[in-house]
């Protein structure tokens, strides 16, 4: 499954690589705008509650969901956003959802932190950090039965690598070859803590030699270079030759929450950040790769609209059902 | 009908699940070759294969590991050795498994079953004498059962694999090896939730479940004896809790004790004391009484053990002072 | 006195143990260098050094770290950054801390308190919105408290550091920032338990903690309006439980609401209840209420939070129905 | 701290090496005869309950016990028996607490799986896989701020290595450099299931590079290697340099707990690894090295005589005090 963008890049770069990249950078920048307008949403006091964005973190699960299918089964943190809207699911729901409406992913019961989406493949968030892990191992052994032939996907940030259910959801897919990825999204900061204070040797792939799996670590910034290791993964996992570790190099360009102060940034760090973040990074390949300033500029102002919309048709939406409150709680 | 003792009821079920459910797959430690340390799984897996196998010493694998099955179809039967182990990795069954419907709307659901098995027996140390239904109970979303005979051994944790919805189904090591006694096998499975009368009576309500139900019937007898007819109440599931059955008993006896292994204080019990307090109150005529382990942690001498544990004497003794209240 | 906000009188409570205590140390996940995300460890590690360190996302060696340390001498403070992650390690507090003293009887001690905040915010989800009181208070060995207004936020912080037992201290995220008070803070140190009667009545009596104080008060004013007089009582500490108080006050007024933010079914609210029918039936002259959440999972819209979380009204209707019975 | 043992070798072979494998021999044959005679009691009804017996595991606890110093703590398992005696704890205190007497080293509140003994620097067994690992890092921490030079060592089967709070307890200690040893006993069963079948790669010593830490293997037949092992280990963690996995490779020669049927022992296997076990080696080694065999008679006459004894006195004692079994739950 390709990510799902409803803008088709008008004059996308020569040859594959190229339309790829245009098209990757149209998700990851549908993704930013659906951030940013979360944002703003929030401060307006229109989304209320705790909300992790993933600005600047994009090109994971772009790149990671360009790689799987659609029969496949995806895992997020609190910071899922991005993942979802990769999934596939439509803007306009997710807002929903974010707002509290009726017309939410989950009817506004899940909100920000801890929708899903089945019918897109996206399981859901998870707002206990390592708790998706021995999920997504249980999806993949799922498979196992029902000859699917569907494999799992599961990521968290670099911090979760610290707790004890990612350890044990690693040995147990290790053990069994269940077809699981498990894409670590490497920010450097678990919430206000550097994580490399955290632990002794920061290149947490190398974790996966312990449970005698391959692990790998790429530019999490680069959908492309993301795309390929997961789908070196999955192919893999497919196989029967059981999980990967992926681990993805990226900064978070925000705060962790909205409202964080980052008073742990270091001087010029974030402005750093920004000059090699996912969105620039691809603008300036597409570009060079010779796609002309007004395709381009064609393309954001389609996504942008998109988003718009969106929003604007969520906002309008009819608050959650407040009758129904009690329901789904057994079957 | 067969005759069967406990532990081979809950081996009986486990067979005839995996045999009904073709989507049904159980694991845990020591659970399929081994057969499982307590001889509940075994067969198992020489009879379905690779949808039973043993797992890692790994709770939150085996748990997540059911949840992840359960929401790709999979209709998972895991077992946890001991209630105790369940606190290294809680957070799969209740913030997890017990959200799966609740925050999907019903779009994802969590069929899972969790066996595992709790309390004191002779010599058990502190960390494998624990009861904690009362934990479980307190988990809106979760079915919570504890049978206490070799039929609901059988009929119940076929209940909760049925039900779609996340199931623990709490054992007792001490009814494991108990006596055999006929278990129909081949009823329907019924739905999760329902008290039985063990005996009916008039003077006093005795409600209780799982491994105190061999005391409470000795009490019972006792009092009998001693001309006091007790209406012997086993709740089976806390969740759903039969309220109506226990309301109606102590409107008919006025008279109420409860009586659970787990510590008095926080213990479910205090949760049906709570109920009648509230939807029965004009019917009582002697102060609800509630026998449990006194709030201790838990020695492993059996002395001492015998010195803390509840049984059927302090059970009669609670009765008696709760029939010797003048109306 | 100074003025100080719930969370700014925890943290200097945290400042004067730190202090007092030589031997204590404190940490936890962004508690140092960030000051923790509530801010209320600002300034410690500045202040008090090594003593103040950050951790890994990993709550089983936080809380097994504080226990290795304190059978080792030291008197640490850590804090579970909510209730809900406690549940991936609360083997460490169950099965572990709770049973250092008892079973070494005596020999070995695990002087630790754990703080933690629980509740729903607006907008919170479903994994970071339960109240989970009820589980540790149906732990024996431990000690656990819930603090309502910025002096007990001091105080109980205080008294639960001093204690030479593994203590649980559950804050609530909607009080941290609420209005400032006057908080004495060069008293001594009290010993751990005592509820407090928040004011006085004679027609019936209101049994509450943490965060739903406020909505106590406020249900209380609105009685008083009506002309009902609400003795309300902030319990405080659910281990040890004030029972005393609870009986005389329901001894004097008949009757006897309890309110919590947590589940209803399995929740503290029950204990209370059961313990008054037993020790109070008699001066009962209407059934008692519990109001809590209704058994159900927490969802995120706030819209629909409201829907099911109780507060004054909810209170207030439970004391009329209550007052309502004719006597 | 030498193991403590009352019986000094009368006529041990020449050289400090051979001094200290006779006085190691009579440390474990102290245990197996200790275990030995429990098995007996558990067998006539004397000990009740659950109990896990180390026989072919005693140069572990015997071995590390000799690296290290009074001041240090030591957290074992349920398998624990031999490390407390390793520690000193007197038979007759252990006896006591197997038999539920009052002169039992916790008065028979521990029992066999759960006792602890602290003033012989033995802080407890674990009835939890996993348990003891963070609490021992936690010991460690406090020696950070007591002065006191102290460390502190964890011993548990390897399959505890597949337990989150394991994996917890090493990134910690990795990460602020904790003087704890974190000692596999690595006997291949997790109780009835073979620790193979539940990873991918079975040299679980190998982990230690995943917390950036050094990992080692070992005999864990031998205790003068494992002694030497857990040496360079406390050195290290006494200089503040942080953990160590020492991996010590055993069998245990009897089952899992006593009543296990083992089924699932290969054919002969049981009976080749006695050709191999601890006092076997040991044995052989003292007489080759030039011990008479009157001398090694002669010691393991005094050996069980202090376990007859100890055993006689245990027996004879009386039960555990039911009248303050609710004491001491508060300060
Ligand atoms: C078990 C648990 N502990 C702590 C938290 C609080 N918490 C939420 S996010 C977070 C940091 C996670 O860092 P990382 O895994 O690197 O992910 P990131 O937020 O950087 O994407 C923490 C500590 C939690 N949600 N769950
Ligand atoms: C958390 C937890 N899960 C399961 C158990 C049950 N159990 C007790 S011992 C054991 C096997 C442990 O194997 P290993 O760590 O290799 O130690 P060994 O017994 O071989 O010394 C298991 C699964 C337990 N005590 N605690
Ligand atoms: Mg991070
Ligand atoms: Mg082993």
Known sequence: MTPTTTTTPAAAPAGPAGAALAGQFAAMLRIRRFEERIEKMRHAGEVIGSVHLCIGQEAIPVGARAALEERDALFSTYRGHGWALACGVPAEALFGELLGKRTGVNGGRGGSA?????????????????????????????????????????????????????????NFAAAFDLGVIFVIENNRYSELTPTKDMVRDDELWKRAAAYGIPGVRVDGNDPLAVRDAVAEAAARARAGEGPTVVETMTERLVGHYIGDGEAYRQEGEVAAAREREPLVVARAALLDGGMSADSLEELVTSVEAEIDAAAAAALAAEPADTTTVREHLHA | MPELNYVSAVNAALHRAMDEFPEAIAFGEDFAIPGGVFTASKGLRDRFGERVFDTPI?????????????????????????????????????????????????ELTAPLTVRTQQGVLAGSCAQHSQSLEAIFAHVPGLIVGLPATPQDAYDMLLSAIAADDPAVVIEHRSLYFGPRAPVSVDG???????????????????????????????????????????????????????????????????????????????????????????????????????????DSRIPAAPVLQRALVPGAEQIAAALRETVAVPA
Chains 1, 4 share one sequence.
């Open chain 1, 114 to 170: 801890y929708f899903s989406a089945p019918s897109y493949g996206f399981y859901g968030e998870n707002s206990i950090v390592g708790g998706g892990a021995p999920i997504a191992a249980g999806a993949a052994l799922a498979a196992r039965y029902d000859g699917s032939g569907a494999i799992a996907l599961t990521a968290f940030g670099e911090g979760a690598m610290n707790q004890g259910s990612v350890h044990e959801a690693l």
């Open chain 2, 58 to 106: 790994s709770e939150a694998a085996i748990l997540g590991g059911a949840i992840g099955a359960a929401v790709r179809g999979r209709r998972p039967i895991v077992e946890i050795m001991w209630v105790d182990f369940f606190l290294v990795a809680l957070d799969q069954i209740v913030n997890q498994a017990a959200n799966v419907r609740y925050v999907s709307q019903g």
């Open chain 2, 188 to 294: 329907p499975i019924e739905p999760v939730g329902g008290a039985r009368v063990r005996r009916a009576g008039e003077d006093v309500t005795l409600v209780t479940w799982g491994a105190m139900l061999g005391a409470a019937v000795s009490a019972a007898e006792q009092l009998a004896d001693e001309g006091v007819s007790v209406e012997l109440i086993d709740a089976r599931w806390l969740a759903p809790f039969d309220t109506a059955t226990v309301t109606a008993s102590v409107e008919k006896t006025g008279r109420l004790v409860i009586a659970h292994e787990a510590n008095v204080s926080g213990g479910f019990g205090a949760e049906v004391a709570a109920r009648i307090a509230n939807e029965a109150l004009w019917s009582l005529e002697a102060p609800i009484v509630r026998v449990g382990l006194p």
